[in-house]
């Protein structure tokens, strides 16, 4: 089974500036045929369902501000978001999808 | 726009069946997607329950090893949802549990449409 482990745990970040979010897998989630790392990130906030931001490692979904960037490949991952905002406030989860599915623990992000 | 909406009992005894539904709305259950269960229990993260793929004949499904032996994910075509039912529930078993879409390609899918989530408790 794939383990993904994010760090840090929980950050707080000042408003403007940049939070940067990281994903280390077990095992690379790097499909070779079709050149895509199965990862994704999502926000969490309570009282709400998780939204999906990133997918294919570093594809936006669609809506999510242009501040929310994904990156890395094979094991290490990272969610940048810049330009801090208080509405970005969340609990924020890396997620693959490389055979059965499992999330990483959640780094909660404060102002 | 595809909607999901959890539902079933909030409370459930301990050593029961724990059974839940989500109507998926603005989408169809035979579509090129996995349907996907997901929980988060209290003061916890996100845990992967299981999901079932029914574009086809014959119906798909992948289940969290953890929970393997005790879940059961089925879709209902003629009602445009599908289920998920937990044997023997113990308090570990309360949480929040969400239904959801997954879409994508190439065997990868990611989670793009969630349901509000429905708590469910464990206790007698």
């Known amino acids: 089974d794939i383990v993904l482990t994010q760090s840090p745990d929980s950050l707080a970040v000042s408003l403007g500036e940049r939070a940067t979010i990281n994903c280390k897998s077990s095992?690379?989630?790097?499909?070779?045929?079709?050149?895509?790392?199965?990862l994704a990130w999502y926000q969490h906030k309570p009282g709400q369902p998780p939204k999906l931001l990133i997918y294919?490692?570093?594809t936006r979904d669609s809506g999510v501000p242009d501040r929310f960037s994904g990156s890395g490949s094979g094991t290490d991952f990272t969610l940048t978001i810049s330009n801090l905002q208080a509405e970005d406030v969340a609990v924020y989860y890396c997620?693959?999808?490389?055979?059965?599915?499992?999330f990483g623990q959640g780094t909660k992000l404060e102002i | 726009q595809v909607q999901l909406q959890e539902s079933g009992p909030g409370l459930v005894k301990p050593s029961e069946t724990l059974s839940l539904t989500c109507d998926v709305s603005?989408?169809?259950?035979?579509?090129?997607?996995?349907w996907t269960w997901v929980r988060q229990r209290p003061g916890e993260g996100l845990e992967y329950i299981g999901e079932?793929?029914?574009?086809?004949?014959?119906?798909?499904?992948d289940y969290s090893p953890s929970l393997k032996s005790r879940i059961t994910i089925s879709v209902d075509e003629s009602k445009n949802q599908f289920s998920l039912k937990m044997t023997s529930v113990t308090a570990a078993d309360t949480a929040l549990y969400y239904c959801?879409?997954?879409?994508?390609?190439?065997?990868?899918?990611?989670?793009?449409?969630w349901g509000q989530g429905t708590l469910v408790t464990v206790s007698s």
């Open positions: 603005g989408a169809s259950v035979t579509s090129s997607n996995w």
């Open positions: 959801a879409r997954g879409s994508g390609h190439s065997s990868g899918f990611y989670y793009d449409s």
């Open positions: 079932i793929y029914k574009a086809g004949r014959t119906p798909k499904t």
């Open positions: 294919w490692a570093s």
């Open positions: 997620q693959h999808y490389y055979g059965t599915p499992s």
């Open positions: 095992q690379s989630v790097f499909y070779s045929h079709n050149n895509n790392n199965y």
